[in-house]
């Protein structure tokens, strides 16, 4: 049984649309019983589990041969730091209960680095829970998730601007396709791995992109000129807080925007290799605007 935890999230639907589409057996956990069905129809297993809930995980993991990992995000969160290392060391415990063989966390670039990287250090303490496990691990340790950007659309189709937190705008960065993510971490978790030590995939999309070249790809699909505009650092915080995020949530991003700026977030030189999934952000860009007129 192949457990997926996450797996109402866009990296955890890819993951078993691959492994059902290869009639792999999967379990689903979910926190909603209301999404349920649709896990159903596809062939899955269903867990109920809210996977900071350490005894519900446990069952949800009873039986898992193979099991692919997400730290959950809430970002409404007073003390979200806290809230998500909490969950990674229940999720460590229950691996570490388990009977799975094969474990596929999904990480993040700049996962490698101790201090300094914001909402990144949750993925460096998710690294450091799981490489005790007894089970083969890998950490996929992913870039920025093009669909992030969905929450610029709409701003970048009323006003023409689109902007942003990476600086300078000119900077090319490593980003991919949750989509992508989730395909790699399903052939991940079917692949044998050789060896004790926790192997190391970095993933990311078939080339990187500047601000600018994201800017004029929304632009095409907008049907208007978007321009990118640089967001001074001293609104980060604020601007994330009006979006929703709470204060300390906010806090975390920031961090890891200016850990980016400075060349901080990226592959860890002379660790582990890289994957390239194969959607470029014009079909991301595509999907995003079109979702955003519906």
């Known amino acids: 049984m192949h457990v997926i935890l996450g797996a109402a999230g866009k990296a955890g639907r890819s993951a078993i649309r691959v492994l059902r589409a290869a009639n792999v ?15 159903v129809a596809a062939g899955c297993e269903v867990a109920i589990a809210d996977i900071s809930d350490g005894r519900a ?27 998500m290392i909490a969950t990674v ?7 570490r209960a388990s009977e799975a063989q094969t474990v596929v966390a999904i990480s993040d670039y700049g996962a490698q680095h101790d201090h300094g990287t914001g909402v990144t250090l949750v ?17 996929l340790r992913s870039a920025e998730h ?46 044998p791995q050789l060896g004790t030590a926790p192997r ?11 601000v600018l070249d994201l800017a004029a790809i929304l632009g095409r ?11 001074p650092q001293r609104k980060w915080v604020p601007t994330l807080m009006r979006a929703g995020l709470s204060e300390s949530y906010a806090v975390l991003v920031a961090d890891v925007f200016a850990a980016h700026n400075a060349g901080r ?12 999934g194969s959607t470029g952000f014009d079909e991301v860009a595509a999907s995003l605007v079109e979702v955003g007129r519906k």
Not at 25 to 39: G, M, Q, S, T
């Open 89 to 95: 060391e229940t999720i460590g415990e229950a691996l």
């Open 57 to 83: 995980l446990a069952q949800a993991l009873s039986g898992a041969r193979a099991v692919q990992v997400i730290c959950p995000v809430d970002t409404r969160l007073p003390d979200a730091g806290k809230a």
């Open 265 to 276: 977030i990226d592959m860890e030189a002379g660790a582990g290799e890289i994957r390239r």
């Open 221 to 231: 699909h907008l049907g208007r000129d978007v321009r990118a505009e640089e967001l």
């Open 25 to 39: 057996p999967v379990r689903a956990v979910l926190r909603d019983p209301a999404e349920a069905e649709a896990f």
């Open 123 to 139: 993925f460096h303490h998710l690294e450091a829970c799981l490489r005790d496990l007894s089970a083969k691990v890998t950490f």
């Open 146 to 191: 093009m669909q992030n950007w969905a929450r610029l659309v709409g701003v970048a189709a009323s006003t023409g601007i689109l902007p942003s937190m990476h600086h300078p705008l000119s900077k090319r960065f490593p980003t991919v396709s949750a989509m992508d993510v989730g395909a790699e971490a399903a052939e991940l978790l079917r692949a």
């Open 200 to 210: 190391i995939v970095h993933i990311e999309g078939p080339q990187r992109y500047s």
